[in-house]
Each structure stands twice: as C-alpha cells, then as structure tokens.
C-alpha cells in the first residue's frame, strides 16, 4: 500500500436526469467530484492510502462531500475547512449533434481563495510515495499556482514521485496562461500526462501519432515518463480512447477502446489512477497503460465522477474483448 | 422581430420513463407539444414575436399549457378559452426493433370542436408578417379545413407570407381526404414543406432524390419555396435526416445528419421554425436551409416537444463536425 | 387455446435505474421473473392457458408476485406457497465495455428447498397440452433434479408435448454437473433449444454454424426439434440475434436481429414462448422460428423480465425491416 | 365465494406526485379506478368472485386497466370494448386549508356513450348473488341511466341482492336530476347506502344523527338496510368516520375513526365492499358495519383507487386501538 | 390593472426529495424564489402588471429564472443580466423536532455585487402604482443599501405607493445593522409589513397582542399602514398564521390560520402580494387583510417559492372553515 | 475520543416511496441498518471511535454496506467476510390505522450462520472501552447466543463498560427463549435498556411508570445503570417518548418528546448512543439522558436507519422547545 497525495479541487455536481438540459431542469443528481479528487478516490478503493487534500466549507454541503470521499476510503485528514463556499459544476449529458455542457460555479470557492498557510505540506508529504496534481489546480487562479509550487517542492523534498495530468481547460484560463504557468510545475518530473489535442492546443505539437506527440512532449519537458492519450469523436454517443507511455525511447501503447459514453467526465482522472496505480504496484509499463486504459474506458460507463470499479473489475475488461458480455 | 403567427392544437403529451411502454406505464413525464405550437416556441425563443392561435379549455390543464407557451415567449393573447377537454397524446420512445408509438386521445378535445367565430383572424394577423400551419390542422377535421382556409385568406389579405409543413398524419385522415382537402391551401404559398416519403405516399410523387421531389411538388402546387426533407432509419436508435429548398431552378441543400434520437417528436417542426427564421432574418436560402437542418437534428436531441436551444445552439452545430464534442 | 404448463422458479428482480451499479444504488425498480414464468407470461398474454407452477412464500413479495403473473393471465392456481423466503437477483444494466451484473440471492427460496410432494403433476398435467421447463430448475438443486424428472414423467404420460430450453448457467453449477443431470431430461423430448456457445460449453459440440450445431444435438439427445439460437456480442450495446430449428433433415432459419439491448434479460425464454406458440397454433415451422426470433428481439427492448407485447406486435416486427419505424 | 356483480365507469387517475399541483405538474402516478371498480377489486381480493362490468377501449390503456384489475383477481370477462377513448381524471392530493381536486375528463368515454346492447345482463347476473352500483353511474347520462335500470331490473329477475352506494357527484349532475333519476333505481333494493350530507344535499332530509338520518332514508326508499355514512372535517389531514345500519328498527353503528387522510379517493367504495363482504360471508350486521368502517379507514391509508389489502389487514385494524402500532 | 414593481435578488432553490436532509441529497428539485420574486409572481398571476427587478447572470440558470418568472407573467424586461453567478439557496424541510434548514450560497451572485447603474429606475417606475420591496435586498449589503434608497427615492418621485415587508434574516446581517439601515428605508412609507417576533428582536417592541405591537410600530415609523403579522408554533407540522391592518387608529383583523406546514417558504412573500392585490383592487381594508392572510395560509400548502394559486383558489379558502374540503 | 465496541447484524433496507404498500412496491429505496449498527454510526458521527463488528458477504451488497458505514466513519475493519448472503428487511411506512410494516428476509445470512472462530474478540476488544449489543443478536438463534456470551466474556476481560438494549422482537424470538437467554447476557452489566411495554411483555413486570419499571428491572438484573424507556402511541402518525435512569436510588428522568414519526425505525438505536456518548464524555447522568432522550426524538425525524445528526444538532433540539422551528 502507498501512500498517494493527490491536491485540487472537489466540487459539487448537479446533473439533470436523462438527456435533459440545464435549462430544463427540475432535478439534478448529486454528485462529487474533480479531477485530483477522481484519482484519489480510484487509488483508494484500489486499496492505495490515498490522501486528498483540498479545502472545503464548514457547511452540511462539505460535509456530504467528505462523507462520499469517507465512503471511498480517502484519507480526508488534511481537508482545510473554510467558513465560504464550495465549487459547484452543472452538466448536462447531450447526445448525438448536442455537446455535454459544463457550467461552472466555482469562483469564490473557499479552494480557489486558499492560502498557502492553509495546507501544511511538509507534514502531509511525510512517508508519502507519490504526489499527483493536474492543470486545473493552478488554472483556478489566485495563490494556487505559487500554493501548486509549493507543493511540488514539497513533494520532491519528500522524495515523492510526481505526476501532473495536464488537464487543460479553456473555461479557467487562456493557452497563454497554461504556457506561463505549467512548464515550471511539470518540468522534469516522474510523469505527465497529457491529451494529444491539448499538446498541439497549447504548446503547438504538430503530431500525426500518440507516439509523435509523446516524443515532443519529452523534448519540451523531459519528465520520466511521456504519457499520450487519444480521443477521438466517433459520433455524440461513441468516443474512441487510446494512451501510450513514451520511456526510455520505447513506447508502450494500451488497445484502442470505442468506448459508447455513459458519463463524459473523469476517465482521464481514472486513466491517470490506473497508471500509479500500476507503477506502485510493480507493474511493467505495458501493464501499466493497459490496466489505466482499461480504467479510463470503464469509467465512462460509470454515473458520477468517481469510477465504482474494483481492481478485479478493470482487469476483467482486460481479459475480455472489450464488449461487455454478460455472464450468469 | 418579426410577428409570425401559426394556428393549430396544442396537447398534453404523457410518456413513461426511460424506454416503459405505455402498458406497464407508472407515471408519465408531462409535457405540451403541437406541430404549430412548437414551431411557435421555437421561434418566440429565438426572439421573433410568435403568436400562437389555438382554443384551450379553462381548467388547469389548459392553464399549465398557456404558462409552458409563455415560459417560451410565445404571445398566448390570441388562444380561445373553451369549456371541454384538451387534446392528449401517449408516447412510449420505442427502441430497437420496437417502434415508437403515438397514442391520441385528442378527439372532442376543444380545438377540434372549435367553431369559425373563435378566432378574429383579421385582428390576429394585423401586423404579421407570415403565417405558418401545418396538414394536422385541416387533418382534424369539423369545422377546421374551413377555419385553416379562412386563416388563409386573411393571411392573404394582411400580406402575410404563408407557409405550410405538410405532415400528412395517417392515423388522423386518409391519404383520400388530405389530397381533398390540401391542394387549395397549399397551392401558391410562400413555402410548402413536405417529406419526401409523404409526397410519395400522398401526391404519388415518385422521386429517387429530393431534388426530383421538389421539382415535382413545385410542378403540383407551385410554392414559392419547394422544401423536401429526407429521413432514413438506419437503425431503431439512428435516423439519417437531410432537407433541400428548391427555389428559382435552384438547389440549396443542407448536410446529412446521422442523428442518435433522443425523442422522435418535433423535429419537422423545428426545422420549419429554422427556416422562418433563416428567411425572416434576410438570410440567404442556402444559410436558412442549413439552419433548419441543423435546429431539426438539434430538436431530434431534446426530450419534449419544444425545442430547447438558443440560436447560439443552432449555430454551434451548423459549425461543428455533428458529433457534439464537449467544451470545458 | 392450449394449455401450456411451465416449472420453475420466480424471483424478485431488483435493478438500479438507469446505469448505475449495484454498489451505488439508492433505489431499485421492482420486476419479476424467472425463464418459465417468462415464458408463461409471454404465452398467457398471447392468449395460451399457460399455467405456472412455483413455490412462493406467504408473504407480501410473494403476493405480489402472484398478482403481477395474474395481471399476464398466468394461471396461478397451481403455485404451492410455502413459509420461508422468496429468490431475489440483483442485476445492473452494464454498458460499453462494463458488463451487465447478476448476484442471485436465491439459496434457500422456498422453491430451491421444495419437496417432490410440493406438486401434483398428476393434477397439473390434466388436459394439458405442452410442458416446458429450462435447465435451471434442476441447476437449482436439492430435490429439483428428482422433481424436474417426475414432472417430465408426468407429462410423458399424460400426453404432452415436452420442451426444455438448456439454460445453462455457469453461477449455479458445473458444466459436470449439468451433463450428468441434463441428458435424462432433454433426450427424445419434443423440442430442444440450446445457444450455440453452450452447446459448446458443456456438451462440446464443435460447430461453425448453427446448422452444424443443430444436426449434432439431433444426433445426441435426438429431440423431435432441435433449435440453436446464435448470439453475437457486436458491442457493448448491440447483439445480434439468430436461430434455426432443425427438423427431418431440414433447416428452418430466422432472420438476424441486431438488437440495440434495452434489457439482456428474457430474450431466450421469449424465443422459447414464440417456438411453442407457433406450432400449438398450427404455424409451419419456418413461420414459427420467424415469430420465436421477432419475440426474443421485442424482449431485449423491453425493461423488466416479461416480454410486454401483443401477437400483434411481434407480428408488426415480423414484416418490418426491424428498425423500428413510428407509425403516426 | 359469492358472484357479486358490479357495473360503473372505471378511469385513469392521474397524480401529480407529493403535494404538487396539477398545474405544476411535471409527471404524474398512473392508477386506475372508479367506484364500483374500487368495490370490486376489494371483493376479488378478499376472495369473492367479483365481477366489473364496464366498456373500455381497445388500446393500451385500456388494456392496462383491465391487466391491473386482473391482478386483484377481478373477472373482466364481462367487459365490452369500444374503439374510443377511456375517461381520465386528474387528482392533486390537498393540504391543509388547499382542498383536494379533482378534474375529470371523462366525457365522451366509451362507457358515458354505451349502448344498451353492449351489455347482456341476463348472461351476465347467471348464478349472481349481488348486485352493486353508485349513483354515479346513472349520472355519466346519455343512456346511463336506461342502462343502470336495465341492470338493476335483470339483477332482480335473477334473485340477486342489489345494493346502491348513492354517491352524489355535484360536478357530474344537479341535486335536481339526481332526484328525478335516483329514486327508482334505490326504491326497495336491499341495502342503500348514503352519506350524512349528502342525504341532506339532495333529499333535504335533516338530522342531527346518523340515526335520525338512516330511519328518514328507510321512510323514503324503505330499502332492505338503510347504511348511512358519517364524515367529519377535522382539518385538511384529518377527518372522522363512522357508520351505521338501520335495520328492522335496530341500529347497528360502527366506531369513529379519526384518519390522517393519505389518499382521500375511495374510502366509501372499501364501506361498500366491506358490507358487502359482512354479509355475503354470514356475519351479523354489527360485524358487517365494522368491517366495512375499519376497510373505509384501512383504504384512505391507501394510495391509489383500490384497497390493497387483505381481510386479516382489516381484521388488525377492528382490534387495533385505530392507531396503527408498529409490530416487529 | 395596476403596474407593481419589485426588487430584490431572486435564487435557485435546491431542496432533497421528502424529508431528506441536506447531507442525505442524492437529488435536488430545483425552484426559483426570493421574498419580491414570490411576490411579484402572485401578483402577476392574479392578474397584475407585476415587474421584477433583479440582476441575474447571462447563464443556462439565469435564462432558467427567467422562463419560470414568465410562466407566471411576470414581466422581466428590466432585469439586469451579468456575467457572474446566481444565488443559490438550499433548504431541507424538516419535521417533528427537526428544524428547516437554510443553507445560503448567495454570496458574490450577481445581485450582490450590482453596482447603482445597473437599474434605470426613472425609467422602471414609469406609469407605476406600487413599490414593493423587502429588508432582505439592503440586508445584501455592498451597494444594495444605497439602491434600495435609490429605489426608494424614485418610486417617490414617480407617485407610487410604497410597501415593505421588513423580512429580518439573522443569517444576512445583525440586528444593529437593521437598526442602522432599515429606518431610512421605511419612515413614511404607505405599507410596513413586519413579524409581531421581528418587532421585538430588532426593534424592541414589547407587545402582547399584534394590536399593541402595531400602535407601537406606527408610532416609531409612521407608515399609512402598519402591518402586523403574527406565527405560533404550534409544533414541527402546525403553524398558526394571524395578521392585522392597523391604519386610522382602527384595526383590521384576519382570521387565524392552523397551517400544516406544506412548504415553510413563501407565506409571508403571499401575504405580501395579498395586501397589495386587496389595496389597487380598491377592496376595504378588512377585505385586504382577509385575502392576504388567506394567500399565506395558500402558499404553505404549496411546494416551491411561488404560491400557484389563482384568485379564486384564495377566495375559496376566504369563504371555507379554512379545512380544505374536498368538492366532487 | 473512546473505543466503543457493537456487534451485530446490518441488513439491507428495502421501502417503498411515500406511503405506499410492500405489495404496489415498483421500487424500494435503499438503506442500510440494523441495532448495533444504527448505534455505531451514531456514535462515529459524534466523533468517537465506534467499531463494528459484523458478517457480511464478499458481494457488492455487502461492498455497499460497508461504504455506507465509512461514510460516517464507522471503523469496519473487523468486519468479518462470508461466501452467503446478506439480511434484508423490507419495511412500508403505515399511516393513520394501518401499521408500518417489517418483513425479515435475515434467515441463513452470513451474520447469523456465524462461527465462533468467525471473531477475534480479545484483538477487538484491545483498548475499548465500552462495548454495547442489543437482544436482537442473541435472538438470532444459531451460534449467536453462544458468541454474544463471548463477547461479553471477553469484554468483561478487557475492561469495558457494557450496555445492553433488550430489544424484544417478537418476529425472532418467543418471550420464552428470551427469558432463557437474555439473563445471562444482561446481569451485572453497566447499563441496560429496556422499553418499559416489552419489560412487562418478557418479565411480567407490572409498573404504572417508568420510576416503578426501573426499579423492578434493578432488582431483577442490578445493572449499573437502570435505563427504562416509554412510548405511548398517540396516533398512527404522533408517538410519545420518554426514558429514565434509575442510579443509586436517583431517577434523572428526560422530558417527554411529542414526535411526528417520520422513520419508525432506530429511534431506540439512537438514545443507546446518545447514552454512551453522554457517559464517555463525561456528562453527569441527566445529561446523558436528555441527550440521549433528544437523540431519539431527532432520528424518527430522519429517513434511513442512521441518525444523520451533528451533536450540535442534538444539542439545538434539547435547548429548543422541541417544535422545529426554521432559523434563517
């Protein structure tokens, strides 16, 4: 079991049942979730000491969050609580010519006015093994880049591996923000991870191949590990999904999945957990971006923003050929 | 803004959940729906004054009916008050092998017992700019082919552009009655819509494209806009959807959406509302045809009979590849 | 009208909405069902005399139960009730590469521990036409494979035709166990169905096409109809569906369903319904495999474990193009 | 067993969940129901051989209705069907000082346009032991009334009992009309049955007691039992009830119980039942008044139009203190 | 009809199902309310030229706002639309000895943050008769005191009449803020409406009777109408709802309401609404109060913010015992 | 933060929505609960550690109950893991005469076909301080009287305090048996609850009060603490609650709360918890009970069988006048 550190934002998620839109709504389901929050909760059912760290209000609505990431097994111990509010996100499903639609509610939120003060990382990091942010952290603004630096500091000093999903997102900042900001806070460390369309979006990466993409990626950032993945729109209800670790100027590539969308949200979040997932657990890189492949497909058949999936569920969809039968 | 009146029965329309059928039906999902009606909506929507022309009765079904219009936008001033019943439609979405199904209960309903002296359309049409109608009106029988052709001619007389869907309803009238009744209020309108397999099945109009249909319809009825849409069922749960205005020798045809259909119901009435709007708003033919095809595969998105979407929406898909890729 | 007896056992179905897994469920949808009382069902509501014969507890579930098989027509009168509990299955929808869940909760249901003298096949098998049982009636074990034996007998001697659908279900016992106890119930019986994977599975048969499959099951358990039915997981979403009977040397084959899966549970024990109808009601066989296939494709699309269709509605699929095309 | 008979509309009830108005009404709960229809799916479930007689259409709700009566048991072999359309009404449930609405939409029903050669009465009364209806039959008009007093004759040719529920319906006809139509069908049958107010409302009749009421019902109509119901506003969640039998100068009076009114439809139909089950079952007339008021409690705990619930429920009330204590 | 203007911040109401609490919520119905919104709406429906005033975001929730304030003809052209958030509140109901829960996320909405020149007052209280607004908007705080007094100001200048329902809320600001901000506020207005409770906790008024309370409220404000309201909790189910016209050293008394609390929101917003609907309606003073105390009773039977209730629906509740008998 | 120590079985909860029956189910909500369980998640909530110790099967069902209880920190980790099945307990809420309902599905659960090897008591009870049970796990029969003994036993060994709930349930168990078993288990221990009907239902003991009850159970079994609880079932809908500690010849008596029963269940789960977290706190004993008194009354205001309630919750019930009155 190791102890991994996960650092962003959790937010509420109201969603409108069905296909109805936003606009529609006379009910929303009540989710939680984020992108660092996705991964550690995934690592924690997976039997990881997973340690979320964010801040939160003092209010029944944080309570709810923490009791879900409780249910989990997330270490929610350095959770800093506030007296504000917490970051809600509406969506809305779409379907076929119809986009999902993701409105944030977030600014405010007593993460994004965090203070470095609010997070002691030199005693959250003690015996931890790996540390892992994404993009997001720093896109909210205000002192998370430099508390982001920070923690990435601390993390090395703790001789944490470190890994960032690079998660760009064009609703919290612009692609010259991303460029200002990111380089210094995954230069160099054990593991990015990054979309192959968010490469070429931000940093310009003209690549016709994840394996491309992923040696330009090294070039630039020179991180342990070049972590590619690929999506690719096959129609509003069918996405196909595939990654690949550049290490060593080997690649390793997972199968292809064409994946019919339940949830669009948080497989990059399960890919991400799948991959430290199979590096804690010895696992060679090949199995290693099978089995986070395999996650991030799984995920998005699953309803909310954390994948409910055993270790033993993920493998399952490894061995079979990706179909889904039934067995009775 | 232009004032654009259309004249036709709205309903409660009651579906089970999910893919229920009506005969293990629990509850129903409410909604209102209409050929004109939604036409109406979507224009009032889209910011044109749409007036809705229609007799409801004054119980608290009607009453729900009118403040759904209004949430709309939709001018209401002009409905008739009764002191019967509303029209009511049963749907169950249907999947796979099993088709949808159409229920009506819609007989005695105060619309289709309406009378000529409830509707003072030379009142109602001062100031319009186009009529629009659509085949299930005069479908209904009673005194209502004589209430559409009145509604036509004050249409006329008040220098309204006039329109027509002709959505040919089997379950209402045979093809006998319709091309009774039809010909006189189509014939030299501004622009008659009408599906490909409907020309056939109505007017015996044998055509391998849509551009032979239009040039057929418009040989029968000379329209000053010929508007032929296609759909092909590719499977239970895809539908293939393409339109074409014929117009002064010329084409203007729109793509081909493959549409993954969410509910069945409204999609001609959207694209009748997209091509109003596309004209009344001094956009070219072939900008106006896209746009309808686009708000028709939209609509084909939305549960209930409204469709619910921003011009911003419409164009957003008129840019787009039509997988609906998700922005965050 | 026949009188159609079926055994077996009935179960509570218990199913989260919509995607959601087991281990997420706040709320269950309430279904019954079990593969005879399925078949019951389907035959009752097509207008057969079908009687069911079960053990249920004395309780508000089992009353329920009863009441739901009676709102089909199922003939109840010969259903022992018992003072312990009733079986419940736990079953999740799946989807994509995640596959549907089943978790019976079936062991010691008052049917799984009932006594040979529980039933009076004498009494049952009066005027009776047809007796059908699956291979999970003695899967089920205690004294099931003994009293599935003296209701075979029974109905040898009273007349009856005999058929069984093979069932096979690997969470209930060995392929071992099923070929010791399965071969004296099925040999020389009136009709046979087993999916070709099973046949596979526990008796070996090695076949490319299910006419190969189907000539060696006539040539090991020689039934008067030796029928095969094909599946094929096309993805997570779609299978496709065949069958053929094989009868004097001849081959009679239905058309192939890609099915869009609304429900994977009940499609077989519809096929079986449709086998048993088309031929009490005088069918050729090919018009019998052809409404046995349209019946096993309506199920899938159909939520909750009894088919919900009319002969008319299997008849509509029958001469369609099996896509579901809305009629209105 | 004994065959009892009853005849009446049965409709669609629609509901808006919880406290929601119609007029908010964003889905609605399915349940069937009608008066005599109520009566005799209590009398099917409690083990008689009750019989509804009635005229529903030929399509799916229609079809639902007759599958949900045969789940209480209740023959509905007797049923004719039409090709029109099935009354609905629409219930929204109260509270406090909003009263309970009901809006029916129940013209033009099938049953309100019956013919009497829909019905074949002399078949139908074969072997029958009672007769009930409510006054709300013969006020749907058309020729309602004719046909009721066809039944109540033909019931009388057979040596039936006839028992009346008079159930006064101030929004299906005038106390006026009820007076000119009712006092033949009542005249002399055996049990009639009235409300306090009601007797008062249409009949004039002034009395300070239910005593005092049930003797001037006897002067007027002398039937076989004069039953007089009583019904106490206490506020908008709770009303009392009590009930008496006048019979051969004696009284026979039930206790009063104070409801918390869950579902405010039907209470009198479950009285009616119960009376009829009192008697038909050789109970003395003070156990036939209790049973039917503690059935009349019992049905408001209720929701949805029909009892459900068995003789050993009521029972548990009869002895209960009324206050339904929790047994575990 | 008279043109009554309101202002004041309306939200999202976010509230579980039944009595769920807050850090139960799977789900979430969705209203839209705040105190002048919910007057404005009653108006509007009964019949009034009712104007919101508010500033709402440019979002799928702020257009969502203001369909629901159009269903109910509330005019909405001259909200101010930003790009910011939405207010949000969350209630759960509670029971027994539970309490209601208000949980706010109201900060930093759009509203909150308005700046003077976001509304046009000369120009929206042109043609007006009435002001309305509530202690709720300068109980924001930021600039809100200011335009309130702006407000204020310019209904004066424009001739209306002014009302306001002091509406503390301990959760926004201190009595001594109160004590600061409100005099200015509502020195001299025609209507101050205010809780026999509020009275003493921010004012110190001691007062037995509403009468005693309302001679000494006239006496420190000098309003044309001093309007007492008084509540009783009876228990966590049973409120009691009295209020009180003071005007010309006369009283002018409602009857007193026993409420089974169906919704504890909005029957102070009704009231509100009732008196003002009673005053342009030229109804006596007695009358005012009379209706206005019986909208308040109405709106606690209501879920959600807006009381859905026609004149008439008040009327008959004026008319009733006030326990909500059932017409049939 | 005190060690405190349950064992027991937790069961599925299945109910229906609303009032409805166990037999109209069409869907259940899903909790999870059972005595001890109910205590330990009270008492974990409030920031002790509370383990519980339990069988449950390795299936998702199983995996679900065990996320509910770390949800609320519940330390789980001496669950012990079985191959069967896990309880169940279908209730239906009851309303005016009719009686909630309880049906048991718990035979051949894993929790009651457990060995004794099955618990490690001496490693559990390392450092515990209290360890509590209720009568219902000895009344599960099998080995389960047997390993209650042990565990008292060996928490005798270790030191801890031990409470007791007698929890008579007439479905498990006769009077008998109880009085055969439960002695043993309840002399000599620091505090037993017992209801004051089931201490005359099992003991025969005749009390007009709780004082008197107290006394006689003292005499009876001298357990520290004497803890007597009362209901009186005012209606179907309102109970009564009190309780008592008789200690050292004192009384400190509770007040009597009134309730609206929201939840029937886990009431009495809630004061054993309420008593022990007054008494490991450190309250003086009439504290403790009105706590514990107040606990109660809060959980049949909360739907599930865990109170979801801070202590501060409880604390604002105990100094409020018990009536629920909303704070905004």
Same mark, same amino acid.
């Given at each position: 079991m190791s102890k991994i550190v996960t650092f962003g934002e959790i937010m509420m998620r109201l969603q409108p049942p069905s296909y109805k839109r936003l606009i529609q709504a006379e009910s929303f389901s009540v989710y939680f979730g984020g992108s660092e929050a996705n991964t550690a909760a995934a690592l924690a059912q997976w039997g990881e000491k997973a340690v979320f760290v964010t801040k939160l209000p003092v209010n029944d609505l944080g309570e709810a969050c923490i009791r879900n990431l409780k249910s989990f097994?997330? /270490?929610?111990? @350095?959770i800093d609580r506030g007296n504000g509010r917490m970051g809600v996100y509406y969506t809305e499903k779409g379907g076929s010519q119809r986009p999902p639609q993701v409105l944030y509610d977030?600014? @405010?939120s007593d993460f994004s006015l965090a203070?470095?003060?609010?997070?002691d990382f030199e005693k959250i990091f003690q015996g931890a093994d790996w540390f892992h942010f994404s993009g997001i952290t720093p896109a909210l603004g205000g002192n998370l880049p430099a508390i982001t630096k920070a923690a990435v500091a601390a993390a090395r000093r703790a001789g944490c591996k470190i890994s960032c999903d690079?998660? @760009?997102?064009s609703k919290l900042w612009s692609t010259e923000e991303a460029r200002r900001v990111m380089p210094e806070l995954i230069t160099d460390i054990d593991a990015l991870i990054i979309n192959h369309n968010q490469a070429n979006e931000?940093?310009? &990466?003209?690549?016709?191949t994840l394996e491309e993409a992923a040696k330009k990626i090294h070039a630039l950032f020179h991180p342990g590990l070049s972590v590619i993945t690929g999506r690719k729109t096959v129609s509003g209800e069918v996405n196909e999904f595939s990654s690949l670790i550049y290490y060593d100027k080997k690649f390793f590539k997972s199968r292809t999945y064409s994946i019919f969308m339940i /949830?669009?949200?948080g497989g990059g979040d399960a890919f991400s957990a799948g991959l430290i997932y199979g590096i804690v657990n010895d696992k060679n890189l090949q199995e290693a971006v099978d089995f986070a492949a395999a996650a991030a497909a799984y995920k998005h058949? &699953?309803?909310?923003?954390? &994948?409910?999936?055993a270790v033993s569920d993920i493998r399952w969809v490894m061995r079979s /050929?990706?179909?889904?039968r039934m067995v009775r």
């Open positions: 097994d997330v /270490d929610t111990s @350095y977030r600014q @405010y203070q470095p003060e609010d997070f690079f998660n @760009y997102r931000v940093f310009d &990466i003209e690549a016709d /949830d669009k949200i058949t &699953i309803e909310g923003d954390f &994948i409910t999936a /050929d990706g179909k889904g």
